[in-house]
């Protein structure tokens, strides 16, 4: 009976600290592995010197350079988080607010929960995180967008998914980015007001009918009031208009608008210019990314390729009269206000030019 109990006691102690080597020491000793396989040895060409490396990586005590791209479903925002993430050394946060489903946060109820999340992530937190976890775990999508992460899961299959193992991956990272397609920019701005996030912040607006026209064709977006709707999408964009005039008085190192037809029709120019502002720096291999992207027409041969040069003006001969022009009566001031001409049938439509200026923030 005694032995019994002996055997018993040392079973459970077994199963315990194994249970704790493979939570906790294995996925630590294996963090060289993990830094290899990931490229993020000191000597990695992110354009810092190893000791400057240091200071902005969260495993040594340092802060991350964390850019983060505020936008809605289908403005072009695939593009532009996909041509941040080239740069080598960074850790992207694919769609954090993704279990919220399809809304918009513009304020209470959800506000203070999606902020707090948010916030979480991006300091390599993933406690309390697993319904993000369990999406990302779900979305073939999702692990893409995290590539130089989840490539690794081939080989700690076991453990990639646990919160501990994403946290001190994250925290090998010197550069974060992330991308909120659900997340108005009256919100968003509690990320600025947190000096300590050391976040930058990018608003990404695409003309209201370009959006809808891409929408059409999304089964998850028709019938859904918060993505469908004209006067819904274009009540946003006036909100976040007046918001971005708001910061970029009040933050104008730290907050910057894009139009995606104009990094669209400037892809070279204007994604230096972005991760100027990101402080990151313009590399080969953002250059190959930009020139793979932007020549592919054919997006089913790449989740993210798309013939930019003439995505964005689709909707013209897409749409018929009748829908631009229902888009137009609601979305007037907000067209206006991000400079945008609208359609009329006097127009010819092989030479209509959609796009005027606005103020540049």
């Known amino acids: 009976m005694f032995r019994q109990r002996k055997v018993k006691i040392f079973t459970i102690a077994f199963i315990l600290c194994l249970f ?38 969260p495993r040594t005590n340092g802060v991350p350079t964390r850019s983060v791209i505020v936008s809605s479903w289908r403005s072009g925002s695939s593009f532009l988080a996909n041509m941040v993430n080239s740069v080598p050394g960074n850790y992207y946060h694919c769609e954090p607010l993704t279990s919220y489903g399809i809304t918009q946060i513009r304020g209470s109820p959800n506000d203070t929960q999606a902020i707090l999340g948010i916030k979480k992530l991006l300091q390599c937190d993933y406690t309390d995180m697993e319904s993000y976890i369990q999406a990302i775990n779900e979305n073939e999508f999702m692990q893409y967008c995290n590539w130089r992460v989840y490539k690794s899961c081939e080989y700690f299959s076991k453990i990639c998914y646990q919160p501990q193992f994403l946290g001190q991956i994250c925290n090998q990272f010197p550069l974060q980015s ?31 009918r370009g959006i809808l026209q891409s929408r059409k064709h999304e089964v998850w977006c028709l019938g859904e009031p918060e993505c469908d709707n004209p006067k819904t999408l274009c009540s946003d964009m006036v909100a976040d208009y007046h918001e971005a005039v708001e910061l970029a008085k009040n933050y104008p190192i730290t907050f910057k608008v894009i139009r995606y037809e104009d990094l669209s029709l400037s892809p070279f120019d204007q994604s230096k210019d972005i991760l100027q502002f990101y402080g990151r720096s ?78 540049k923030f």
Not at 24 to 34: A, H
Not at 316 to 332: H, M, N
């Open 20 to 57: 704790l080597y493979h939570t906790f020491v294995r996925p630590s000793l294996n963090l060289f592995k993990i830094r290899i396989a990931l490229g993020l040895l000191p000597n990695d060409k992110i354009g810092v010197e190893a000791e400057i490396l240091k200071s902005i990586i």
């Open 178 to 208: 992330m991308k909120l397609v659900r997340l108005r920019l009256k919100v968003a701005k509690q990320l600025l007001d947190d000096a300590s996030l050391n976040v930058r912040i990018l608003l990404l607006v695409r003309d209201p």
């Open 282 to 359: 313009f590399d080969a291999n953002v250059e190959d990314f930009i020139k793979t992207f932007t020549k592919t027409s054919d997006w089913r041969s790449n989740k993210f390729a798309q013939d930019s040069n003439s995505i964005p003006f689709k909707w013209i001969k897409k749409l018929t009269f009748d829908e631009i022009q229902k888009i137009q009566e609601s979305c007037s001031e907000a067209m206006k206000l991000w400079g945008y001409r609208k359609l009329s049938k006097d127009n010819d439509v092989d030479n209509f030019n959609p796009i005027i200026n606005f103020l």
